[in-house]
């Protein structure tokens, strides 16, 4: 809207006054507030999408109170002068945004709006959680500017599809001016309650997987292994267990070495790679090849003077033992080295000393 344009009225150009005179503040706000949100999302481990703010323009406020300054007493009347729009993924992150701000501000619950409760039971359309906030006292010095106390804010909170379904219809519907046939209304609520049907998936697929991780961790620390398929949360889980430790604490004894950690969720892929289905198939090998295993390690490092493993050394010749022992060969250890740390020259040349090594062991002759 062009400003030259505008003509305000006495009382609207106070108004106007009051905000130009308030502007370097709400500036200092418009950057202390999202800090606060931002450092509460991060303690609460809540992820967004998007945090957006913004000062309302003079040019947009000067339109808006052409259009209706009578009903504004002054500036602290306006409670979207600053502006924060919080756009989630998941439908019940709005909530949990909402509990965040509440704790944050007060919440002036007779203009904060609800717009997801607004629709009809046949009727789709756009849906927000709007809160006008103000600052607590006791969270901000007003010493510079007092009347600041006064201020209100307005925070948006709503999906990344209500955002898009927002954006869309601003765009399409009664922005351009002109009214729009009812064919196109109609192609826009149909849209709308898909939308409104993928955000509800979304949200349930998520909370399936939860459910399903909760489970399997449950399956993991009662023992019962043989239920627990294995897949990346089954592993991950077991490994918190420390399935290995056992095993690689006896081979640092050898030499009195230290355990050095490291990720062992590399051998995943391995794992599956060699027909494991479950986490008590990988159980029974710590079973079965545990003393194997052992032999090797000791070949390995018992006549060095190394004073640090790798933690991934038990689960290594463990596989290596297996492998061994079920035919797999020289060819069997390579692509084994090759699944845990990737295509190498080298590996064929190590796959040939390993099995060379083995063959002298007691394991292979039993």
Known sequence: MDKRQIHLDPHCEAILGEYRSLKPHLNKLEKEIPARIKACFEEGGIIVAALEHRIKEEAS????????????????????????????FYKDDVDKVASIMERLFEIDWENSVDKRKLHEIDSFGYQSLHYICRLRETDYDYKECPELAKLRFEVQMRTILQHAWANMNHDTGYKSGVEVPKVYIRNLSRLAGMLELVDDE?????????????????????????EAPLDGDTFRS???????????????????????????????PLFKGMGFKNLGDIHRLIKNYGDAAYQMSCYQIGLSDIDIISSSLAPQNLCIAYILKSGGGKLGVSMMLEAINGKSESNEMMAEMLVQQAESLPFMNQ
Not at 71 to 81: E, G, N, R, S, V
Not at 240 to 257: S, Y
Request: hydrophobic residues 40%; proline residues 1%; charged residues 30%.
């Open 238 to 268: 077991y490994l918190e267990m420390g399935p290995f430790d056992k095993l690689n604490r006896k081979i640092a004894a050898v030499n009195q070495a230290e355990i050095m950690e490291v990720s062992l969720m590399n051998f995943l």
């Open 202 to 226: 979304f949200s349930r697929i998520r909370t399936e997987i939860n459910d399903y991780r909760r489970q399997v961790r449950s399956l993991v620390s009662s023992g019962n292994l043989d």
């Open 61 to 88: 406020l000067a339109g808006k109170l052409e259009l209706k300054g009578g009903k504004y007493k002054d500036i602290f009347d306006i409670t979207d002068i600053l502006g924060l729009r919080v756009i989630t």
